[in-house]
């Protein structure tokens, strides 16, 4: 069993950056691909980024490619979104995930964190 808490939501300008963390337990974080997505108001959950295991493979939507950036800690068992440029179009809850692998981290999440609110005023 693996236990997700995310961090690091708030409110903030459009222009402006935030880094989302999320913290795992247990020792087998590094055996696991992490996603983050994210759900608007009125829209079906979005699959935003990924990280496989080892760090050295990522995944972007489009919506936020050039903007953020997924990286991993795994002495930490941490893995963040740096989100630069925001948008309001960005606010939502996010969410991080776990899964087996990348390539099947939007459809067959193992495991989810409870969701930080990020908020972007125009």
């Known amino acids: 069993q693996v236990q997700l808490v995310e961090s690091g939501g708030g409110l903030v300008p459009a222009g402006d950056s935030l880094r989302l963390s999320c913290t795992a337990s247990?020792?087998?974080?590094?055996?696991?691909?992490m996603g983050w997505f994210r759900r608007a108001p009125g829209k079906d959950r979005e699959f935003i980024a990924g990280v496989t295991g080892n760090g050295r493979s990522t995944y972007y939507a489009d919506s936020v490619k050039a903007r953020f950036t997924v990286s991993r800690d795994n002495a930490r068992n941490t893995v963040y979104l740096q989100m630069n440029n925001l948008k309001p179009e960005d606010t939502a809850i996010y969410y991080c995930?776990?899964?087996?692998?990348?390539?099947?981290?939007?459809?067959?999440?193992?495991?989810w964190g409870q969701g930080t609110q990020v908020t972007v005023s125009s």
């Open positions: 247990g020792r087998t974080f590094a055996t696991y691909a």
């Open positions: 995930a776990a899964a087996n692998a990348l390539v099947t981290m939007s459809t067959h999440a193992n495991y």
